[in-house]
């Protein structure tokens, strides 16, 4: 039940269409014959899983505009309201190898491209042995277990727990700062925390939110904004993670006080228990 509120209409139509999506990705774990407007290659699963969110979502009333990772311009359909920004498959290329993958929301009540202060809702879908939602609204963050149209609230209230445990950081040692290197192999001397990383930001944010401790996919050498999207990726897990108890940085601020240019603007992403990421602040100054 929504009772009209246009939110929870989003939230609920996301949740029915967890379902459709993991079936969809059997027999669709190719590439298709198309990048998206960062230049990735697209696997057939992401068109499919954003084809299905863009019908679904631009029809709902109270949605003006249903934007995509996966395309290049936003699907304009109303003259105010709602604007929704999904990564429909994120980690998609887990698919192949069969590990876990998500889909990402964000809900601003401002149009795209908009800062994560606009966000009203995020969440995400957990691809995983079971599929979840986590979804984060009005300070409260709440996870639920979809198992076909049923949608079974499995915790009310979600914080990260106060002792760290782990650690994710992506891109390649390489292309890392020196200033970002130093903080890892002081996190990685760390006997409190473990490595915990799977190549899908919602898999490795969701260890986080469970366990406690710090994601990140920093600004690399060659990519000074990183590989995350901000619209898409950045705000929507900031804001949920926020929401729990803990911070985000783009390095130097809350991943939501980033001000956007463009629709796909890229954003250093790091998430975490609070003294991690203020740690990480220090370091990066
Ligand atoms: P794909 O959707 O192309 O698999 O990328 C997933 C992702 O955007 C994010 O979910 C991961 O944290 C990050 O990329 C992994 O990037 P690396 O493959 O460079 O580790």
Redesign the pocket.
């Known amino acids: 039940m929504t009772d009209g509120d246009p939110v929870d209409e989003v939230i609920e139509v996301i949740a029915q269409s967890a379902t459709e999506i993991r079936r969809g990705l059997v027999g669709r774990r190719e590439d298709a014959d198309a990048e998206n407007p960062s230049g990735?290659t697209q696997a057939e699963a992401d068109v499919y899983a954003d084809e299905l969110l863009a019908d679904r979502i631009s029809s709902i009333d109270g949605v003006r505009q249903y934007g995509s990772e996966e395309r290049q311009e936003t699907v304009d359909c109303g003259d105010d309201g709602l604007s929704v920004a999904v990564d429909p498959?994120?980690?998609?290329?887990?698919l192949k190898s069969n590990n876990t993958m998500g889909t990402v929301f964000g809900i601003y009540d401002e149009p795209l491209p908009a800062p994560g202060t606009a966000l009203v809702a995020s969440g995400w879908i957990l691809y995983g042995p079971i599929t979840t939602m986590a979804c984060a609204r009005d300070g409260t963050v709440r996870k639920y277990e979809l198992a076909g149209d049923e949608r079974s609230l499995v915790d009310d209230g979600i914080t990260l727990p106060d002792d760290p445990l782990v650690y994710g950081f992506?891109?390649r040692v390489p292309d890392w700062s020196e200033a970002f290197e130093a903080f890892t192999r002081e996190v990685e001397s760390d006997d409190s925390l473990k490595l915990r990383y799977g190549?899908?930001?919602?898999g490795?944010v969701n260890q986080v939110l469970t366990y406690g401790g710090i994601f990140a996919?920093p600004a690399l050498e060659d990519a000074p904004r990183g590989?995350?999207r901000l619209q898409f990726?950045g705000n929507p897990i900031a804001y949920l993670v926020e929401a729990a108890g803990g911070s985000s940085s783009d390095g130097t601020q809350s991943i939501l006080e980033v001000e956007p240019d463009d629709l796909h603007d890229r954003v250093p992403v790091h998430v975490g228990n609070d003294e991690l990421i203020d740690r990480l602040e220090d370091a990066l100054e």
């Open positions: 990735e498959l994120d980690g998609s290329s887990n992506g891109g190549g899908a930001m919602i490795d996919y590989k995350l990726e």
